[in-house]
Each structure stands twice: as structure tokens, then as C-alpha cells.
């Protein structure tokens, strides 16, 4: 094999697994920006992929891998930045241990991720969160785990990852009642529940298995649920809440969402963004920010409570029409 190659390994058995213990969610990550990154360079050059060597990866072709990302595969910017950073990582791995390849790999680690426009986020009102709960047939298994599950996420503000792996054992109805998740990072966390999320759970764990390591939200045949099958869930849910609730139609309501809304919940609570922060288990404090930025009604709170200065309409009058044309490019 070639350099690349035993290199390309090294990085996933050395550094990732053993010595960074990297999240199963990182390790394939990092695999599938791989796997299309060799597919991509073995159609253009006409190699096998174990044929290929740092020789032919480079800052043209790179560029052009994460042009097609965007233009073919349709990615988003994000999306394309985060296979530029699993690329640059097996390259930094790689700077030391090939010397004789530093002008190549310089020349892929100079490439700068692309800046994008930061949408504001999207959430659900008080209106729109209760015609969601109300979509789910409760008369059926599916109908009670999905409102059991909803009602988590509103309340939670779990991540899907999160909701995916949680078990019997995580929940705990008791004094100081709360569930506990390894988030992010694989940093542990515990959420308090409210009264009515630790009465709907109550009643949903009694119909659930006894086995205490099973899922908390399984699929009929006890296996653990699919990022895919619970959006495909909350689309058809959210359709259906559309016809009670006109505005839901306006928005993608997906899981993120959500947790989104979680936070918007606790900000109108007026708790502070630190313990915001510490409860959706963000890293930094500074990710909490995108919440203000978002809801207008903290604005509007805030310039009722400021002074400002008195303005007079008055008219405007062009100075110059030469420097009233340089001014209106």
C-alpha cells in the first residue's frame, strides 16, 4: 500500500481511536469525508483508491472535491467546512510523519474553511409546541411513544443523538426527578423533568419493558429509533398539527428545532444564558448568543427600557449631486 494508505489507517486506529478516543459519531465523520474524498480522486486521476499517494491530493484537486460537495452532492457551506476539517486533521497527522510531502500537505492546510450567513434559528411558539403535542394519535403505541418523546425534546432540549440513546435507566421519576444523557463530547448531563413530563413518562414506562437497559423510545421490535425515522415522525406530526395551527405550514420543524424552541423557553423564563448554556450542554457560553439574537420580543423589552435620544424628522437635502451619486453606490 502506499503512504497515504497506511497512513489513512494509522490515523483511524492510532490517533483517533486509541489515543483521542474519539466519539463513534466522529470516527464516521471523519470515514465518510474519506470515502468520498477517495472516490472523488481515483475518477479523476484513474487510480484505485489504496493506489493513491499524497502526490496526487493536491490544492487543486482538494478545491475542486469540496466544489463538488456543493454544486453536485448539494451540501450546505457548514456541511463542506466539516470535510475541510476532517481532511486538514489527517493532514496535520500526517506533517510530521512525511516530511518529504511538507510542501503538499502545507499547501492543503493553507485552505480556509468558507465564511457563511448565520440564519436566525428557528423555534416554535407556545401555541405551535401544543399543536404539536397534540398531533399523535395517543390511542396507539406509536401515537404515546411519539408524545412521550415530543414532550421530552420541548422540555429537555436534548439533542437527537441524546433522545436516540437514552434508556430505562437514564430517567429517574423520583425526588429531584431529571434524565441523564452523555452529550457532545461524550460529557455527561442531567436534565431536570417538570411534573407533567415525569407524570406522561410515569404512564409511558408502564407499558414499556422491564428490562432496564432497553431504549426509552424504541421502534416496535425494540430497536434503538433512526435519526431519519424520528424526523420523518415530527414532518408527518407537524403536517398534521398545520391544520390546527396555519403558521406550523411556514416552518421545517425538525428535532433541532425543537431544541431550539427548549431554549427559546427558557430565555422568556428569564433564566440566565450561563444556566441556558449548562442545560442545552453547551460548550461555550458564546453558542447560547444565537437565542438572543433571535427573539425580537427580548429586543423590544429592552429598547421600552432604554433612552433614547429625541429625533427630529426633518428633510433631507443633497449637498452636492455629485457626492449624492458617489454616496448612493
Known amino acids: 500500500m502506499t503512504e497515504l494508505a497506511i497512513t489513512l489507517q494509522a490515523f483511524f486506529t492510532d490517533r483517533l481511536i486509541r489515543e483521542r478516543h474519539a466519539s463513534p459519531c466522529t470516527v464516521a465523520a471523519y470515514r465518510d469525508t474519506?470515502?468520498?474524498?477517495?472516490?472523488?480522486?481515483?475518477?479523476?486521476?484513474?487510480?484505485?483508491?489504496?493506489?493513491?499517494?499524497?502526490?496526487?491530493?493536491?490544492?487543486?484537486?482538494?478545491?475542486?472535491?469540496?466544489?463538488?460537495?456543493?454544486?453536485?452532492?448539494?451540501?450546505?457551506?457548514?456541511?463542506?467546512?466539516?470535510?475541510?476539517?476532517?481532511?486538514?486533521?489527517?493532514?496535520?497527522?500526517?506533517?510530521?510523519?512525511?516530511?518529504?510531502?511538507?510542501?503538499?500537505?502545507?499547501?492543503?492546510?493553507?485552505?480556509?474553511?468558507?465564511?457563511?450567513?448565520?440564519?436566525?434559528?428557528?423555534?416554535?411558539?407556545?401555541?405551535?409546541?401544543?399543536?404539536?403535542?397534540?398531533?399523535?394519535?395517543?390511542?396507539?403505541?406509536?401515537?404515546?411513544?411519539?408524545?412521550?418523546?415530543?414532550?421530552?425534546?420541548?422540555?429537555?432540549?436534548?439533542?437527537?443523538?441524546?433522545?436516540?440513546?437514552?434508556?430505562?435507566?437514564?430517567?429517574?421519576?423520583?425526588?429531584?426527578?431529571?434524565?441523564?444523557?452523555?452529550?457532545?463530547?461524550?460529557?455527561?448531563?442531567?436534565?431536570?423533568?417538570?411534573?407533567?413530563?415525569?407524570?406522561?413518562?410515569?404512564?409511558?414506562?408502564?407499558?414499556?419493558?422491564?428490562?432496564?437497559?432497553?431504549?426509552?423510545?424504541?421502534?416496535?421490535?425494540?430497536t434503538p429509533l433512526s435519526r431519519d425515522a424520528i424526523e420523518r415522525r415530527i414532518t408527518l406530526h407537524a403536517a398534521k398539527a398545520s391544520t390546527a395551527c396555519a403558521t406550523l405550514a411556514n416552518k421545517n420543524v425538525t428535532f433541532h428545532v425543537l431544541r431550539h424552541t427548549a431554549a427559546m423557553r427558557l430565555l422568556e423564563a428569564g433564566v440566565d444564558p450561563t444556566i441556558i448554556a449548562l442545560w442545552l450542554g453547551h460548550e461555550h457560553v458564546d453558542t447560547t448568543t444565537i437565542y438572543l439574537h433571535a427573539h425580537l420580543g427580548i429586543k423590544e423589552q429592552a429598547l421600552a427600557r432604554a433612552r433614547m435620544p429625541n429625533a427630529n424628522p426633518g428633510r433631507y437635502r443633497p449637498s452636492d449631486p455629485l457626492l449624492t451619486f458617489l454616496e448612493s453606490l
Open 34 to 222: 474519506w470515502r468520498l474524498l477517495l472516490g472523488f480522486c481515483a475518477k479523476r486521476t484513474g487510480k484505485s483508491p489504496s493506489a493513491l499517494d499524497f502526490t496526487d491530493f493536491d490544492i487543486s484537486l482538494v478545491c475542486a472535491f469540496l466544489d463538488h460537495l456543493e454544486r453536485e452532492r448539494k451540501n450546505s457551506v457548514r456541511t463542506r467546512n466539516a470535510r475541510l476539517a476532517a481532511i486538514h486533521s489527517l493532514f496535520r497527522y500526517a506533517a510530521l510523519r512525511h516530511p518529504e510531502h511538507a510542501a503538499t500537505i502545507a499547501r492543503v492546510l493553507a485552505i480556509l474553511p468558507k465564511r457563511f450567513e448565520r440564519a436566525i434559528v428557528t423555534f416554535l411558539t407556545e401555541v405551535e409546541v401544543q399543536a404539536l403535542l397534540a398531533a399523535p394519535d395517543r390511542t396507539l403505541w406509536s401515537g404515546r411513544r411519539d408524545y412521550a418523546m415530543l414532550l421530552v425534546a420541548v422540555q429537555t432540549g436534548l439533542r437527537i443523538s441524546e433522545m436516540i440513546g437514552l434508556l430505562r435507566t437514564d430517567v429517574h421519576l423520583g425526588a429531584g426527578a431529571h434524565v441523564a444523557c452523555q452529550g457532545k463530547g461524550r460529557k455527561d448531563r442531567i436534565t431536570p423533568l417538570t411534573v407533567p413530563v415525569v407524570n406522561v413518562l410515569r404512564v409511558w414506562l408502564a407499558e414499556r419493558e422491564a428490562n432496564p437497559a432497553a431504549r426509552l423510545f424504541p421502534t416496535r421490535t425494540g
